[in-house]
């Protein structure tokens, strides 16, 4: 069975990295967005770099897959937050 072999530790980790990976995705567009060839390329790299370790536990185990999918929700939702949040800072530093 699929949810009998999950060890806790793993799915931790691959709700973490693949949180990171999306805030990190969400990061690169911005910076593609901006034009900004050395950060985008920079993002980039990183975002496959941290997607890895996500790939690897959910390819041995289907099941992490859907820890995959809610570190994916929590990186997108607080890296798009954290972008308004620095938009709406620059606006009052105006």
Known sequence: MLWS??????????V???AV???VYVFFNAAVAARRRVAAAS???LWYL???????????NAAYVLFAALGAWIGGFFAVTAL???????KIEE
């Open 5 to 14: 072999s999950i060890d806790p530790a793993v799915a931790a980790g691959v």
């Open 16 to 18: 973490a990295s693949t």
């Open 21 to 23: 990976t999306d805030a």
């Open 43 to 45: 993002w980039s790299s």
């Open 50 to 60: 941290l997607s890895a370790f996500a790939v690897i536990s959910y390819t041995t």
């Open 84 to 90: 308004q949040y620095t938009a709406s800072s620059s």
